[in-house]
């Protein structure tokens, strides 16, 4: 039980400098109130109450007459070796990394052509908004449509081009399934990216642009040294905050595909929702679950250290 | 900017407090569960009742029930019935999550082989002893009725069926002279005849969720094995069938991304000439394609008939305060009248034996091939492990579709894990 504290609360958190500090700032707490007990509710009760039964054996049996009995660690250990786990958090890791490294460069890339003023740029960038407005049924829904091997889209544009001889089902062959479901994802992606982008490079003086042409620099050179420079920061909270979007991710694939064919998408949220509600194995997907929010937390310690960081140098 | 800094580190130790002290409450020992309620703890009925029910029906099934219940406290004005229609995809995590928050309604209505998980799970009542007193049992197919008994107890009665058969579309097999396949033997020559360039012969569905389980274990049955041999002989011909008319082209590979209503598209569109489908998309195709000539057939046989069962129970929480209200809510709505007028309305076949010898369903051509495939129709009682069951099934038939193991391999590897997880 006392690893599970530490870990949810790093001891550095509790320690105060000074104890008469304390009662002077209660009235500064009480501001607080409100939004501490939101968030104790809602976020912080239901992750502790998943850790609790992430270490009991919480099945049909159990589940309403609470007389599961304590494993500690047993239901971490039955997840780690079940081979479906390891490949669900490897297609997971697939999957963030393929969808991050397109949607990062596509959005970054539509950043700076919006950065720039072009008659209808506010009409474009409304609608590029499209694909993050949309429910995420609608826009998986019509993504399998189009990747479907009988009258998809996507295989009529291959083969009319000349790119394939033969349709293809695309969400149904093992080795192209991850990939369809990959390619939705970045669409409903890349506009998250760049908005997000766009107002890191808005805030770049232009003074600098006009010293860098001064000196006589190219339009490459001045992005290669100015512009990325100064968007490295908001750059890596973009991909963090991505990465804690990506790996969660939970429609789009199940829509599509739902986990198939056999398992050939089942990412890690698909495998955890499974394992509790499908299968009713409550206490095993509560660790699955856990494991789940383990890089999450990693990552989002990482962005909060990150913004605190640029915050305190700037 | 340093303030800001600063009031974030307040922040997170009042959050590091707040969730110490959350941390202990979750650690304090669980509240005791609530105990059943007692047949005659019950408010009498006279007395002003609200049942709470959850169903997740939609269209005219929804609008049926709504008569019926109109219907129902116009005749018992004590009774208020709050009806709430939960898309069926949450049902069975609202019903989890209720049972945990102990916030359930009174009756629930549910797809018939998820009755015994929540069985299991201690969700629905025990009413064996008010069945009994019924004395209605043998008025029920067995089929529908084994879908409500968890270790020989009644948790519920049956609401109505449904099976699976064969649909086929008179403009492609008129002008080749084609009658619907009476064997497996047929039944690929059928498929292979009626395929065109632009048309597969048969569709059905192979998608992973419960629809593929749904649509495959019929034809394991119909070899005259089950679950329990799936690898034998019959279990691998069964797969090898599906196996066949999708390498034979007969059959889109697509089927594993289709649910029923995807392969029910495939039939309305032309594209598919025979689809294997249930009851539920009579009214759909009426009313999609008022000008289609089509018919249906029962299932092809091969050492016997079968076809799976599908349907929903009703059943009664075990937390309800209004065991008695509900209970007379249930049979009122069993009384062969009133089930009558509510199954029609809905477009659903009856689990009531005596009632399926009714002409609404014996005289419509369609409804009357339904009722006789019901004769042979399987519940899936596979005990509350059914669901993981289920998913080996998917993907066993996923991996021999899709070429990435054996048909031998793939029902070696599912009864490996099936064996385990079937009641002793």
């Known amino acids: ?314 | 900017m340093k303030n800001n800094a600063v009031s974030r580190r307040k922040f997170l130790e009042g959050l590091a407090l707040g969730t110490g002290v959350m941390f202990l409450a979750s650690c304090a020992p669980p509240p005791a569960p609530a105990a059943p309620a007692e047949a005659g703890d019950a408010a009498p009925s006279d007395q002003p009742v609200t049942l709470a029910w959850w169903d997740y029906m939609t269209a005219s099934n929804a609008a049926a029930l709504d008569t019926q219940m109109a219907k129902y406290m116009d005749e018992f004005p004590a009774i208020t019935i709050e009806r709430t229609s939960i898309p069926f995809a949450d049902l069975k995590q609202k019903l989890l999550q209720g049972a945990a928050a102990g916030q359930l309604p009174d009756v629930v209505i549910i797809d018939n082989p998820d009755h015994s998980s929540f069985s299991a799970l201690g969700v629905f009542a025990d009413v064996t002893d008010l069945v009994q007193s019924w004395g209605q049992e043998s008025n029920y197919f067995e089929g529908p009725w084994a879908s409500t008994l968890y270790q020989g107890k009644n948790y519920g009665i049956p609401d109505n069926s449904n099976c699976l058969v064969l649909w086929y579309n008179k403009a492609f097999t008129e002008p080749l002279g084609i009658q619907p396949p009476a064997d497996w033997d047929q039944f690929k020559e059928v498929s292979a005849a009626l395929t065109e360039e632009d048309r597969f012969g048969i569709v059905m569905s192979g998608v992973k969720s419960e629809e593929g389980t749904f649509q495959w274990l019929p034809f394991l049955w119909m070899t005259g094995e089950d679950l329990a041999t799936l690898d034998s002989d019959g279990g691998k011909a069964a797969l090898q069938l599906w196996v066949d008319l999708v390498d034979g082209g007969y059959m889109s590979p697509g089927i594993l991304n289709w649910t029923q209503g995807d392969v029910k598209g495939q039939f309305v569109n032309g594209l598919a000439a025979m689809m294997v489908n249930g009851p539920w998309q009579i009214p759909v195709l009426r009313e999609e394609a008022p000008d289609m000539d089509w018919d249906v057939a029962t299932l092809p046989v091969e050492k016997q008939g079968a076809s799976i069962l599908g349907g929903e129970n009703t059943a009664i929480v075990n937390s309800t305060q209004n065991l008695d209200a509900a209970w007379t809510l249930l049979t009122w709505r069993q009384e062969p009248e009133n089930l009558k007028a509510y199954l029609i309305e809905a477009g659903k076949l009856p689990s009531h034996a005596e009632l399926a010898k009714d002409e609404t369903w014996t005289s419509d051509p369609a409804l009357s091939v339904f009722v006789e495939q019901l004769q042979v129709a399987k519940p899936r009682a596979y005990g509350p492990n059914y669901p993981e069951i289920s998913n080996a099934i998917q993907e066993m038939m996923q991996a021999a579709i899709s070429g990435q193991k054996s048909v031998d391999v793939a029902v070696a590897d599912a009864q490996a894990i099936i064996t385990p997880l079937l009641p002793a």
């Open chain 1, 1 to 314: 039980m006392t690893e599970a504290r530490d870990h949810v609360v790093p001891r550095r958190l509790i320690e105060k400098p000074a104890g008469g500090a304390r009662l002077r700032n209660l009235g500064q707490y009480l501001f607080l109130a409100p939004a501490l007990v939101f968030m104790l509710l809602t976020m912080v009760y239901p992750v502790l109450s998943n850790l609790r039964m992430s270490v009991y054996d919480v099945n049909v049996a159990t589940f309403l007459s609470n007389s599961a009995p304590f494993v500690g660690l047993d239901n971490y250990v039955k997840v780690v070796s079940d081979p479906a786990f390891q490949n669900a958090f490897r297609l997971s890791v697939y999957f963030t990394i393929g969808s991050l490294v397109f949607q990062f460069t596509i959005g970054f890339a539509l950043a700076l052509l919006f950065n720039r003023s072009f008659p209808g740029n506010g009409l474009l960038r409304a609608l590029m908004l499209l694909g993050w407005m949309l429910p995420t049924v609608v826009s998986a829904s019509i993504f399998r449509w189009m990747f479907d091997g009988g009258n998809g889209i996507i295989n009529f544009l291959f083969e009319s081009l000349g790119l394939l001889d033969a349709p293809r089902h695309w969400l149904i062959e093992p080795n192209t399934a991850l990939i369809g479901t990959i390619v939705a994802n970045i669409w409903v992606g890349i506009p998250f990216n760049m908005i997000l982008l766009l107002p890191g490079l808005q805030s770049i003086p232009d003074s600098l642009y006009e010293a860098a042409s001064i000196d006589g620099a190219t339009p490459w050179q001045s992005f290669r040294r100015v512009t990325l420079p100064l968007m490295r920061p908001v750059a890596l909270s973009v991909l963090l905050l991505g990465f804690i979007y990506t790996f969660k991710v939970f429609d789009i694939v199940y829509v599509m595909t739902r986990g198939g064919p056999v398992n050939a998408t089942t990412v890690l949220p698909i495998y955890v929702y499974q394992l509790a509600f499908n299968f009713f194995r409550f206490g095993d997907g509560a660790a699955a679950a856990v494991l789940l929010l383990l890089p999450l937390s990693i990552v989002a310690v990482g962005y909060l250290w990150l913004s605190q960081h640029e915050e305190s140098s700037s």
